[in-house]
């Protein structure tokens, strides 16, 4: 089935370690995006990329990196983590970046991570 | 700044129609999503508005006034598997979507 596939699914992780969460896409989107979900809050948008080579900081940017070394893969890298990044990861993908409205984005089923 | 306000929770009967209202305030505007999340799930897209009036989609149509700042989701014949969060997201001047933090929508039998 084409789309988004995240890695791993959930992640309990101590304090000042580093974490790598994998973002894969099939359906050949210029643009990926990293969004964080937390209760009470609306997604919010860590990093993304508007094509292959190219990122860009969102709303949320601190604690966090990414790479778009190709078209279909988006890694979210936290360097040292810390308890206020446990939160559910997004990892999404659209068609065109800008320049239209119609800007739909799909989703991945998302990446759990805990930092105690 | 920039902001997007919408119901926590609402709660409505199997069958019944239920409308969820959004109203907004961005830098410049580019058109209003809403998207479907079930508990667990990741969201899923379901409409987009950019001009005013109403699209209808089956059993879901999403409203927008641009003037008023303002769009609702309105549900009919409403069964059980549409208990979800339904987040209301603005585009803004710089084709950037700013989220709500959802409406849970409760449905009882």
């Known amino acids: 089935t084409a789309g988004i596939t995240q890695a791993p699914t959930s992640q309990i992780l101590a304090a000042g370690r580093s974490m790598t969460l994998r973002c894969t896409q099939d359906?050949?989107?210029?643009?990926m995006y990293w969004y964080r979900q937390d209760l009470g809050l609306g997604l919010r948008l860590i990093h993304y990329?508007?094509?292959?080579?190219?990122?860009g900081k969102g709303e949320v940017p601190d604690g966090y990196s990414v790479s778009r070394a190709n078209t279909d893969d988006f890694p979210l890298t936290l360097a040292s983590a810390v308890p206020s990044q446990t939160s559910v990861y997004f990892c999404?993908?659209?068609?065109?970046?800008?320049?239209?409205?119609?800007?739909?984005?799909?989703f991945g089923a998302g990446s759990r991570l805990t930092v105690l | 700044g920039q902001n997007i306000d919408q119901p926590t929770e609402m709660t409505a009967t199997e069958g019944a129609i239920v409308q969820i209202n959004c109203t907004y305030q961005?830098?410049?505007?580019?058109?209003l999503f809403w998207y479907q999340q079930h508990a667990g799930e990741a969201p899923t897209f379901l409409s987009y508005?950019?001009l005013d009036g109403l699209e209808e989609k089956g059993r879901f149509s999403s409203f927008l006034s641009r003037s008023k700042g303002y769009s609702y989701l309105l549900l009919k014949e409403l069964q059980m598997k549409d208990s979800a969060s339904y987040l209301c997201?603005?585009?803004?001047?710089?084709?950037?979507?700013?989220w709500g933090a959802g409406t849970k929508l409760i449905i009882k039998p």
């Open positions: 999404a993908s659209s068609d065109s970046s800008g320049g239209s409205g119609a800007n739909v984005l799909t």
């Open positions: 997201a603005a585009c803004d001047s710089n084709y950037q979507l700013i």
């Open positions: 961005t830098s410049g505007f580019n058109g």
């Open positions: 508005n950019v």
């Open positions: 359906m050949r989107h210029n643009a």
């Open positions: 990329s508007n094509t292959a080579g190219t990122t």
